[in-house]
């Protein structure tokens, strides 16, 4: 029989290639996120958009490479847009979100407070990628964001947790596995589906009052499988299927948050209901 740690390492390369496969590569970092608009701390909001969005990455992202289409996308629509880095771990440049959720919702909920204390509007509204969408829910439930947040938007979120397409399921054949992951990258442990932290997530209903949601997934996400456990239940909750809105669109777990024009319009429309529009293949050039 193979040492133990001859047969775990080969597994943890494939979970570790699979996460970096769906994330959006790193070509660029805060030094060069734009200055006009986006993380623009002298925007105001204006009266027909009166919140600011607060965009927060994925696993393995940051607040630029994950943002590069829809930031602007949202600025050229008279949004105040700002984004933050979490989830760091020590000597892990760039790719973020792999640190506890718990303690990444800390850091979104003193980004708000920042963001809320530059515009001067007591509500933001959210709109996050993969675990982005999924981790503000712990600030929404635990730590009083739901009294500072007008909307969350998710795009492919985690909501109840992953099973990677079925390679989560291979870690009980290989002891000590699951307590390397949740030591090494504890952000990826608990988006596991029955971790702990989504255990005490949706215990007691998905939602909270007060707080609009909206889910936009694709079924052709390979990352946030099986891909409707993404949908949330409770009130006030709107969840979309991109193929529902365009059959031909092929976009797959990353691609959806990062450069999908026609899950961007279904986020506007997420934002502003009120003036919403029917979002089609054709939203692609709208």
Not at 92 to 107: M, T
Not at 207 to 231: F, L, N
């Amino acid at each position: 029989m193979l040492p133990f740690k001859r047969v775990l390492r080969p597994l943890a390369a494939l979970l570790l290639a699979a996460a970096l496969a769906t994330a959006p590569a790193a070509t660029a970092h805060a030094a060069t996120a734009p200055s006009s608009g986006w993380n623009n701390y002298s925007c105001k909001p204006s009266a027909a958009h009166p919140r600011p969005v607060v965009l927060v990455h994925g696993t393995f992202g940051n607040s630029v490479d994950n943002w590069l289409s829809l930031a602007p996308y949202l600025k050229d629509r008279g949004y105040c847009v700002f984004s933050l880095d979490y989830g760091q771990l020590p000597g892990v440049p760039l790719f973020y979100g792999l640190g506890p959720i718990d303690k990444s919702a800390e850091q979104l909920s003193a980004f708000v407070d920042k963001v809320l204390a530059a515009t001067g509007v007591p509500k933001a509204d959210l709109v996050g990628h993969s675990q982005g969408g999924m981790m503000p829910r712990y600030y929404l439930k635990f730590l009083g964001g739901a009294a500072k947040v007008n909307a969350l938007v998710g795009i492919a979120p985690d909501n109840h947790g992953t099973t990677l397409s079925g390679l989560t399921n291979l870690l009980p054949y290989f002891p000590g596995a699951s307590d390397l992951l949740k030591a090494a990258t504890p952000g990826l442990a608990d988006q596991i589906a029955g971790s702990a932290f989504l255990t005490k997530l949706n215990e007691g209903g998905d939602t909270v009052p007060g707080v609009h949601y909206t889910v936009i997934a694709t079924k052709y996400d390979e990352v946030a499988t099986p891909w409707r456990t993404q949908y949330l239940t409770g009130p006030d909750v709107r969840n979309v299927l991109l193929q529902d809105l365009c059959a031909v669109d092929l976009s797959e777990h990353v691609t959806i948050g990062t450069i999908d024009r026609i899950a961007f319009h279904e986020v506007a429309n997420a934002l502003d209901p009120a003036h919403a529009g029917a979002t089609t293949c054709a939203s692609v050039f709208s």
